[in-house]
């Protein structure tokens, strides 16, 4: 699978205490950030940063688990001449990870389905409607 870093921005809710937010907003307003967002991108990425093993053991042990497929974390594609190099394995594979999987709506559906048996995706999914009801993805957005 043909795996792409972008600019793919998601939005979230979050609840966050006034006297945390009124802290944001100081540092915000004093230059430190340029907005509430940047500022929770940042203390984000630092979070990320400082539990990096836990995530590369995560990944680790999620690939490890899935015994004949693919497991992604990102942003990830699937293309037809990966299906084609599926079915000439003679394996289906399942289809598993975390963030965006793009399916590339040129794919034959029945090709598509004769060589993914299964998708699970904590994330999105961009695919046809007619991929999406035969995996039974459900749209969470």
Same mark, same amino acid.
């Given at each position: 699978?043909?795996?792409? !870093?972008? $600019?793919?921005?998601?939005?979230?809710?979050? *609840?966050? &205490?006034? !006297?945390?937010?009124?802290?944001? %907003?100081?540092?915000?307003?004093?230059?430190?950030?340029? *907005?509430? /967002?940047d500022?929770? &991108?940042?203390?984000?990425?630092?979070? #990320?940063?400082? &539990?990096?093993? +836990?995530?590369?053991?995560?990944? @680790?042990?999620?690939?490890?688990?899935l /015994?004949?497929?693919y497991?992604f974390?990102?942003?990830?594609? #699937? !293309?037809?001449?990966?299906?084609?190099?599926?079915?000439? /394995?003679?394996?289906?594979? $399942?289809?598993?990870?975390?963030?965006?999987? /793009?399916? %590339?709506?040129?794919i034959?559906?029945?090709? #598509?389905?004769?060589?993914? $048996?299964?998708?699970?995706?904590?994330?999105?999914?961009?695919?046809t409607?007619?991929?999406? @009801?035969?995996?039974? #993805?459900? +749209?969470?957005?």
């Amino acid at each position: 699978m043909n795996t792409c !870093t972008g $600019s793919l921005t998601e939005k979230v809710s979050v *609840n966050i &205490n006034t !006297t945390t937010l009124a802290a944001i %907003d100081l540092l915000v307003d004093n230059g430190h950030y340029f *907005n509430r /967002s940047d500022f929770i &991108n940042q203390a984000l990425r630092e979070a #990320l940063g400082r &539990n990096e093993a +836990n995530i590369q053991r995560a990944s @680790e042990e999620s690939g490890k688990r899935l /015994s004949s497929g693919y497991w992604f974390m990102g942003v990830s594609r #699937l !293309t037809e001449p990966e299906i084609d190099e599926i079915l000439e /394995s003679g394996k289906p594979r $399942s289809v598993s990870g975390y963030g965006v999987l /793009s399916i %590339d709506p040129e794919i034959p559906a029945q090709k #598509l389905f004769a060589a993914i $048996s299964g998708i699970r995706v904590r994330g999105k999914v961009s695919c046809t409607p007619e991929v999406r @009801e035969h995996y039974d #993805l459900k +749209n969470k957005e």
